[in-house]
C-alpha cells in the first residue's frame, strides 16, 4: 500500500515530508490563481479559423506586457538619473536592456508568417495596427521621440491618455541624462537643460561635446561613461526591434498600406533609420 503524504511541520507552504509537490488543491492550483492563468489564456481570441492568426494575436499581446515592464525600468531609471544616482540608473538600463532583448526576440513567432496566412486574418481587425499601441507610445516618448498629436486616437481612453500625457509633459531618458551632466559641470547648452519637454528632442552639437568630455576618460571608475555606454545599449536594441517590425511587415505584407493607414513598410523604414540618443552615436565620428 502507497504511504500517504503528509506535509512538513514548519516547513514551507505545500511542502511534502517525501518531498513530492503536493498535488490536492481546492478551487484550482495557487499558480493560476497568483499569475491569472485562466484569464490570460482567455485573451487569445481569434476570430478567424486561420492558424496563424493565433500567433500573431499572442506576439503582440507577449509585445504588449514587455512594452509596459520596459517603461517601468525607464522611468526608474530617469528619475534615478534625475536624483543624481547613477548607480541606480544603471541598474535599471541593464534590467531594461534584456526585456529589450526578449522584445527582439518575439519578432521570431512571426518570423515565417507568410503572406497568405497573413491575408487570411488580415481583415479581421479592421483598422487595429501597432501604431495605435499607448504602451509603445510611452516608450516612444520616454526615449524623445513625442508628439501630442499623438494623443488623439486616445481622446476616447482617459486611463491612457492621462498617462501619455504626463509622459509627453514630463524629461525623457535622454533629458535626464544631460541634466545629470549639466550638474556634474559639463558643458551642457541650456537649451538642453531646460526646453518645452513636450517637443521632440533635437540634436545638438554642443551636448556631442560634452559627451566627448565624458567618453575622454574611459577608465572603470567613471560612471558617467557607463552611463553613455549604457544609454547606447539601450539605443540600439531600440533600433534592432524597428528592423525587426520592418523585416516581419516586409514579408507578410510587402509594399501593401498598413491597417493603420500608414503607407507600411516606407513607413517603418523612416523610423527605424532614425537614431535614438542621437550625439551618443554622431559622436563616434570624432573620437
Same mark, same amino acid.
Given at each position: 500500500?502507497?504511504?500517504?503524504?503528509?506535509?512538513?511541520?514548519?516547513?514551507?507552504?505545500?511542502?511534502?515530508?517525501?518531498?513530492? !509537490? /503536493?498535488?490536492?488543491? =481546492?478551487?484550482?492550483?495557487?499558480? +493560476? #490563481?497568483?499569475?491569472?492563468? @485562466?484569464?490570460? %489564456?482567455? &485573451?487569445?481570441?481569434?476570430?478567424?479559423?486561420?492558424?496563424?492568426?493565433?500567433?500573431?494575436?499572442?506576439?503582440?499581446?507577449?509585445?504588449?506586457?514587455?512594452?509596459?515592464?520596459?517603461?517601468?525600468?525607464?522611468?526608474?531609471?530617469?528619475?534615478?538619473?534625475?536624483?543624481?544616482?547613477?548607480?541606480?540608473?544603471?541598474?535599471?538600463?541593464?534590467?531594461?536592456?534584456?526585456?529589450?532583448?526578449?522584445?527582439?526576440?518575439?519578432?521570431?513567432?512571426?518570423?515565417?508568417?507568410?503572406?497568405?496566412?497573413?491575408?487570411?486574418?488580415?481583415?479581421?481587425?479592421?483598422?487595429?495596427?501597432?501604431?495605435?499601441?499607448?504602451?509603445?507610445?510611452?516608450?516612444?516618448?520616454?526615449?524623445?521621440?513625442?508628439?501630442?498629436?499623438?494623443?488623439?486616437?486616445?481622446?476616447?481612453? !482617459? /486611463?491612457?491618455?492621462? =498617462?501619455?500625457?504626463?509622459?509627453? +509633459? #514630463?524629461?525623457?531618458?535622454? @533629458?535626464?541624462? %544631460?541634466? &545629470?551632466?549639466?550638474?556634474?559641470?559639463?558643458?551642457?547648452?541650456?537649451?538642453?537643460?531646460?526646453?518645452?519637454?513636450?517637443?521632440?528632442?533635437?540634436?545638438?552639437?554642443?551636448?556631442?561635446?560634452?559627451?566627448?568630455?565624458?567618453?575622454?576618460?574611459?577608465?572603470?571608475?567613471?560612471?558617467?561613461?557607463?552611463?553613455?555606454?549604457?544609454?547606447?545599449?539601450?539605443?540600439?536594441?531600440?533600433?534592432?526591434?524597428?528592423?525587426?517590425?520592418?523585416?516581419?511587415?516586409?514579408?507578410?505584407?510587402?509594399?501593401?498600406?498598413?491597417?493603420?493607414?500608414?503607407?507600411?513598410?516606407?513607413?517603418?523604414?523612416?523610423?527605424?533609420?532614425?537614431?535614438?540618443?542621437?550625439?551618443?552615436?554622431?559622436?563616434?565620428?570624432?573620437?
Amino acid at each position: 500500500m502507497a504511504s500517504q503524504s503528509t506535509a512538513v511541520p514548519g516547513g514551507p507552504r505545500g511542502a511534502q515530508e517525501d518531498g513530492r !509537490p /503536493r498535488l490536492d488543491f =481546492e478551487g484550482g492550483t495557487p499558480y +493560476a #490563481e497568483y499569475a491569472a492563468i @485562466d484569464t490570460l %489564456l482567455d &485573451l487569445r481570441r481569434p476570430r478567424t479559423d486561420e492558424p496563424a492568426e493565433t500567433d500573431f494575436i499572442v506576439a503582440t499581446q507577449v509585445m504588449e506586457l514587455l512594452f509596459d515592464l520596459l517603461a517601468e525600468h525607464w522611468v526608474r531609471a530617469r528619475d534615478a538619473l534625475e536624483g543624481d544616482d547613477v548607480p541606480a540608473a544603471l541598474a535599471e538600463l541593464r534590467k531594461g536592456a534584456r526585456v529589450q532583448d526578449v522584445l527582439v526576440s518575439s519578432w521570431d513567432l512571426l518570423a515565417d508568417l507568410t503572406p497568405t496566412e497573413f491575408g487570411r486574418f488580415r481583415s479581421s481587425f479592421g483598422e487595429a495596427s501597432g501604431f495605435q499601441s499607448h504602451t509603445y507610445r510611452r516608450l516612444e516618448f520616454l526615449i524623445g521621440n513625442k508628439s501630442a498629436a499623438m494623443l488623439r486616437p486616445y481622446q476616447d481612453a !482617459p /486611463r491612457a491618455r492621462a =498617462e501619455l500625457e504626463r509622459a509627453l +509633459a #514630463e524629461p525623457g531618458l535622454y @533629458d535626464a541624462a %544631460l541634466r &545629470l551632466l549639466a550638474r556634474r559641470g559639463l558643458p551642457v547648452p541650456a537649451g538642453a537643460v531646460e526646453r518645452d519637454w513636450t517637443r521632440p528632442y533635437r540634436p545638438d552639437p554642443g551636448v556631442e561635446r560634452a559627451w566627448g568630455e565624458v567618453y575622454a576618460d574611459d577608465t572603470p571608475g567613471n560612471e558617467l561613461f557607463a552611463l553613455a555606454e549604457a544609454l547606447l545599449d539601450t539605443a540600439e536594441r531600440v533600433t534592432r526591434w524597428r528592423w525587426r517590425h520592418l523585416s516581419a511587415v516586409k514579408r507578410s505584407l510587402g509594399p501593401k498600406p498598413g491597417s493603420g493607414g500608414s503607407d507600411g513598410v516606407r513607413w517603418l523604414a523612416g523610423n527605424a533609420a532614425r537614431d535614438v540618443f542621437p550625439e551618443l552615436w554622431s559622436l563616434r565620428a570624432a573620437l
